[in-house]
C-alpha cells in the first residue's frame, strides 16, 4: 500500500516537470528516465501481487472468444513478421467470469514468450473450446473440481523445454533468459492470474518439439442475458477525451498523492474540492448545499471513515454523484468491501490513468 502511494506520487511529479519542460531541456532525459522507471517499480509490484493472488480483480461476465479476437492484431504485431497467428475459436464457446485486463495480460504475456522460442518464426495458435471435466481427470490433474469449463489453448512451434526447465515454470525470478533480458515473473504472473480466477493451467513441452500452456476457466452457464447485461468497461460510452469541467470531491489521506491527483484533475479542467479524510469530506460537501458534485474520488482505507462508508452516506445525500475508489491495499477483502459494479483505480497509477478513469465513470 505504502509503496504503491509512493510510486504515484513520484509518476505524477514527474509528470508534473515534464509538462513544464520544453523538449530542448538538458534535464528533460533525466526526468524521463525517473519516470520510466517507476512505470518499471509499478509493474513490478502488480506482478508480485498477480503471482501471490493479491490483486483487487473486477470480474465480469466475459465471452473469452472475443477477449482474443479483439486482441489479434495486437498479438500478431508481438509475434513478429515471421512468425503465423492462427485463432480457433467461435462466439458463445468460452463464457467466463473474470477480469478482462487480467486475462489480456495472460495472452500477451504466453504470446511473448511464444515469440521468444520461434526466433526464426514459426506458428502460433490460440483455440478456445468449451470442456466438460470429469472425477477421474480431476484425481490426475491436481484435484480439478469436475464440471463445464472454458479451455484456452496456446501452442506454438518453437523450441520447446526439458522437464528441468518445465519443473520450475512457474517460479517466479525464474528465467532462461541472459541477464537483463527478463525478470522472470512473466509465467509466474499468468499462474496466479489464472489461480486467482479459479482455474489452473498445464504446460507441455518437450525441446524441439514446441510448447503448449492449456488454460481451464470454469465456465459460466445460464440465460444469455447475464451475458449481454454485463458491464464491461471498454464498452461504455466516453466522451473520447479525459477533459472535464464537472466537480470532482478528492479524498486521499496521503497528502503528497493528493496534492499531484488534484493538480492533474485540474489541469484536465475539473473543478476539485479536497478532504484529507471521509469526515472532513463529508463537511466539504455539507458546506456546499448549492455546489453540484458530480464524481467522488476516494481512497478506500483511511483513518476515522472508510472510503466504501464514505461513499454510502456521500450518495445518500448525493444521489446524482458518481463514486471512484482508488485503493493501494491488496487481497479480495477489499473488492468484496465494495459495492457490486464499483469502479475501482489500483495504485500506483498514472495521472492519464487518472483522468481517463474519472472521465469513464462520469460518462458510463
Same mark, same amino acid.
Given at each position: 500500500?505504502?509503496?504503491?502511494?509512493?510510486?504515484?506520487?513520484?509518476?505524477?511529479?514527474?509528470?508534473?516537470l515534464?509538462?513544464?519542460?520544453?523538449?530542448?531541456?538538458?534535464?528533460?532525459?533525466?526526468?524521463?528516465?525517473?519516470?520510466?522507471?517507476?512505470?518499471?517499480?509499478?509493474?513490478?509490484?502488480?506482478?508480485?501481487?498477480?503471482?501471490?493472488?493479491?490483486?483487487?480483480?473486477?470480474?465480469?461476465?466475459?465471452?473469452?472468444?472475443?477477449?482474443?479476437?479483439?486482441?489479434?492484431?495486437?498479438?500478431?504485431?508481438?509475434?513478429?513478421?515471421?512468425?503465423?497467428?492462427?485463432?480457433?475459436?467461435?462466439?458463445?464457446?468460452g463464457?467466463?467470469?473474470?477480469?478482462?485486463?487480467?486475462?489480456?495480460?495472460?495472452?500477451?504475456?504466453?504470446?511473448?514468450?511464444?515469440?521468444?522460442?520461434?526466433?526464426?518464426?514459426? /506458428?502460433?495458435?490460440? $483455440?478456445?473450446?468449451?470442456?466438460?471435466?470429469? %472425477? *477421474?481427470y480431476?484425481? !490426475?490433474? @491436481?484435484n #480439478?473440481?469436475?464440471?463445464?469449463?472454458?479451455?484456452?489453448?496456446?501452442?506454438?512451434?518453437?523450441?520447446?523445454?526439458?522437464?528441468?526447465?518445465?519443473?520450475?515454470?512457474?517460479?517466479?525470478?525464474?528465467?532462461?533468459?541472459?541477464?537483463?533480458?527478463?525478470?522472470?515473473?512473466?509465467?509466474?504472473?499468468?499462474?496466479?492470474?489464472?489461480?486467482?480466477?479459479?482455474?489452473?493451467?498445464?504446460?507441455?513441452?518437450e525441446?524441439?518439439?514446441?510448447?503448449?500452456?492449456?488454460?481451464?476457466?470454469?465456465?459460466?452457464?445460464?440465460?444469455?442475458?447475464?451475458?449481454?447485461?454485463?458491464?464491461?468497461?471498454?464498452?461504455?460510452?466516453?466522451?473520447?477525451?479525459?477533459?472535464?469541467?464537472?466537480?470532482?470531491l478528492?479524498?486521499?489521506?496521503?497528502?503528497?498523492?493528493?496534492?499531484?491527483? /488534484?493538480?492533474?484533475? $485540474?489541469?484536465?479542467?475539473?473543478?476539485?474540492? %479536497? *478532504?484529507?479524510?471521509? !469526515?472532513? @469530506?463529508? #463537511?466539504v460537501?455539507?458546506?456546499?448545499?448549492?455546489?453540484?458534485?458530480?464524481?467522488?474520488?476516494?481512497?478506500?482505507?483511511?483513518?476515522?471513515?472508510?472510503?466504501?462508508?464514505?461513499?454510502?452516506?456521500?450518495?445518500?445525500?448525493?444521489?446524482?454523484?458518481r463514486?471512484?475508489?482508488?485503493?493501494?491495499?491488496?487481497?479480495?477483502?477489499?473488492?468484496?468491501?465494495?459495492?457490486?459494479?464499483?469502479?475501482?483505480?489500483?495504485?500506483?497509477?498514472?495521472?492519464?490513468?487518472?483522468?481517463?478513469?474519472?472521465r469513464?465513470?462520469?460518462?458510463?
Open positions: 500500500h505504502d509503496f504503491g502511494n509512493l510510486i504515484t506520487a513520484i509518476t505524477g511529479y514527474s509528470d508534473l515534464l509538462r513544464a519542460m520544453t523538449p530542448e531541456d538538458p534535464w528533460r532525459a533525466d526526468v524521463e528516465e525517473i519516470r520510466a522507471t517507476s512505470l518499471r517499480a509499478a509493474d513490478l509490484t502488480r506482478q508480485l501481487l498477480a503471482y501471490s493472488r493479491r490483486q483487487v480483480l473486477a470480474p465480469q461476465v466475459l465471452d473469452l472468444h472475443e477477449v482474443v479476437a479483439d486482441m489479434s492484431s495486437l498479438l500478431h504485431r508481438v509475434l513478429g513478421e515471421d512468425a503465423e497467428l492462427d485463432i480457433v475459436s467461435r462466439p458463445g464457446t463464457i467466463v467470469m473474470a477480469d478482462r485486463g487480467q486475462l489480456e495480460q495472460v495472452l500477451m504475456n504466453l504470446t511473448v514468450n511464444a515469440r521468444d522460442a520461434m526466433p526464426r518464426g514459426g /506458428r502460433f495458435t490460440i $483455440e478456445v473450446t468449451a470442456v466438460t471435466l470429469d %472425477e *477421474a480431476g484425481r !490426475l490433474h @491436481a #480439478a473440481p469436475p464440471g463445464p469449463y472454458v479451455l484456452l489453448s496456446l501452442s506454438d512451434t518453437g523450441t520447446g523445454m526439458d522437464a528441468e526447465t518445465r519443473a520450475h515454470l512457474f517460479e517466479p525470478f525464474f528465467t532462461t533468459k541472459p541477464p537483463g533480458k527478463g525478470t522472470g515473473l512473466g509465467l509466474a504472473t499468468v499462474y496466479g492470474i489464472v489461480k486467482q480466477s479459479g482455474g489452473f493451467i498445464w504446460v507441455y513441452s525441446p524441439g518439439e514446441g510448447t503448449t500452456f492449456k488454460i481451464y476457466l470454469p465456465s459460466v452457464t445460464g440465460d444469455a442475458v447475464a451475458l449481454a447485461a454485463r458491464t464491461d468497461a471498454s464498452q461504455r460510452p466516453v466522451t473520447g477525451t479525459s477533459q472535464g469541467t464537472e466537480t470532482v478528492l479524498v486521499e489521506d496521503e497528502t503528497v498523492v493528493r496534492s499531484t491527483m /488534484r493538480r492533474f484533475l $485540474e489541469a484536465a479542467g475539473y473543478a476539485v474540492l %479536497e *478532504a484529507g479524510d471521509g !469526515l472532513e @469530506a463529508l #463537511a460537501a455539507g458546506d456546499r448545499p448549492d455546489t453540484e458534485i458530480h464524481i467522488l474520488v476516494t481512497d478506500i482505507v483511511m483513518p476515522r471513515l472508510k472510503g466504501h462508508e464514505l461513499a454510502a452516506r456521500f450518495q445518500a445525500l448525493r444521489p446524482r454523484a463514486v471512484l475508489f482508488t485503493s493501494g491495499h491488496t487481497g479480495q477483502a477489499i473488492a468484496d468491501a465494495l459495492p457490486a459494479g464499483a469502479a475501482l483505480l489500483a495504485k500506483p497509477f498514472t495521472p492519464d490513468a487518472l483522468t481517463r478513469k474519472v469513464e465513470v462520469l460518462d458510463a
